[in-house]
């Protein structure tokens, strides 16, 4: 069975660091990898995905993610954080039509 | 707005209740999907409907039961719930396509306390 891990469960950052967010997978086939958002009293909503091809994604808002199918990893990135980024961070993979996601990664930015 | 809207928003019940969860959408969607978020878990997938004929049951308790009476609509019959059932029940949609399932639209949920 397919499974995601994501290690950082609470991140609190300052504006204009840089963030990092790990994200692992266990899957023996082709998988599809994406991350989703989740601001505030709103809904899931993505960020970007990751189906074929570059391995280096760019979404929305600045973010990026880098697939290491070595590593079985698929870390979301940002260089430089916006207040107007806390949200939970969920990252998925999905193999055979099932999507199947970590647990979520809280980031608080500070003004 | 995703064009997943559910129904109730907020829904508390008893132990021995019966009470059920809508999901609507209008996107043209033909795959609907019921997933769990609780505190410090995993999302959890629930159910898969594709073309309205379950595909995937997640070894699901059978005091929840699925209904997908067309590709618009998607229900989640709730029965003799349990504490520990008590959660955030998202329902999402999408159009899959190439081997992938597609990008998923959720809705904001059902908040659920069991009693």
């Known amino acids: 069975a397919q499974s995601v891990s994501q290690h950082n469960h609470h991140v609190i950052l300052s504006e204009a660091a840089s963030l990092e967010l790990g994200c692992n997978y266990s899957?023996?086939?082709?998988?599809?990898l994406f991350w989703y958002v989740q601001y505030p009293g709103q809904h899931l909503q993505l960020l970007l995905k990751?189906?074929?091809?570059?391995?280096l994604v760019k979404g929305i808002k600045g973010f990026e993610a880098e697939f290491i199918k070595s590593k079985f990893s698929f870390n979301l990135r940002k260089p430089s954080v916006q207040w107007s980024d806390t949200a939970e961070y969920f990252c998925?993979?999905?193999?055979?039509?099932?999507?199947?996601f970590g647990r979520g990664t809280s980031l608080i930015v500070h003004p | 707005e995703t064009g997943v809207t559910q129904t109730p928003r907020h829904l508390v019940m008893g132990m021995t209740n019966k009470k059920s969860l809508k999901c609507e959408q209008h996107?043209?969607?033909?795959?609907m999907y019921w997933y769990k978020q609780s505190a410090k878990k995993p999302l959890e997938l629930m159910f898969v409907?594709?073309?309205?004929?379950?595909?995937e049951n997640n070894s699901v308790p059978s005091r929840f039961s699925p209904e997908c009476p067309n590709s618009s609509h998607l229900f989640l019959h709730l029965h003799t719930l349990q504490p520990e059932d008590s959660a955030l029940y998202l329902c999402?949609?999408?159009?899959?396509?190439?081997?992938?399932?597609?990008?998923?639209?959720f809705g904001e949920g059902s908040r659920l306390t069991v009693l």
């Open positions: 999402a949609s999408s159009h899959p396509r190439d081997r992938a399932t597609g990008e998923l639209f």
């Open positions: 998925g993979a999905e193999g055979s039509y099932i999507p199947t």
């Open positions: 409907y594709s073309l309205e004929e379950r595909v």
């Open positions: 899957y023996g086939g082709t998988v599809n």
């Open positions: 996107l043209g969607h033909n795959a």
């Open positions: 990751y189906f074929s091809g570059d391995p």
